[in-house]
């Protein structure tokens, strides 16, 4: 079993940054792929960026997201920058034990979820 923990979400201006954590506790953390999923009101959930062997985004965070993680902390992380209206979401960190080789990476695909932070981007 795998806990896992956001934090960091909250309210920003249009143009601004924010970086989100997730802490997670249980089975060893770099053994799973990490990734970061969002969901916005009356939309379906989607991938976001994800961490195994490399790096994976969704074409429209692409060098504006950055996704890292810390094995030795477990702890993986966000950076969001240049931030959007439509970047406005719930975000929730995932992980899974599957090798993930091709993106999109899809919700039913991950084995682990936490509860979500909500990142509010003003326009």
């Known amino acids: 079993q795998v806990q896992l923990v956001e934090s960091g979400g909250g309210l920003v201006q249009a143009g601004g940054s924010l970086r989100l954590s997730c802490a997670a506790s249980?089975?060893?953390?770099?053994?799973?792929?990490m990734g970061w999923f969002r969901q916005a009101p009356g939309k379906e959930r989607e991938f976001v960026a994800g961490?195994?062997?490399?790096?994976f985004y969704r074409d429209s965070v692409k060098g504006r997201f950055t996704i890292s993680r810390d094995n030795a902390k477990n702890t993986v992380y966000l950076q969001m920058n240049s931030l959007k209206a439509d970047d406005t979401a719930v975000y929730y960190c995932?992980?899974?034990?599957?090798?993930?080789?091709?993106?999109?990476?899809?919700?039913?695909?991950?084995?682990?979820w936490g509860k979500g932070t909500l990142v509010t981007v003003s326009s």
């Open positions: 995932a992980a899974s034990s599957r090798l993930l080789t091709s993106t999109p990476w899809q919700s039913r695909d991950m084995d682990y």
């Open positions: 249980g089975r060893t953390f770099s053994n799973y792929a």
């Open positions: 961490i195994r062997w490399g790096t």
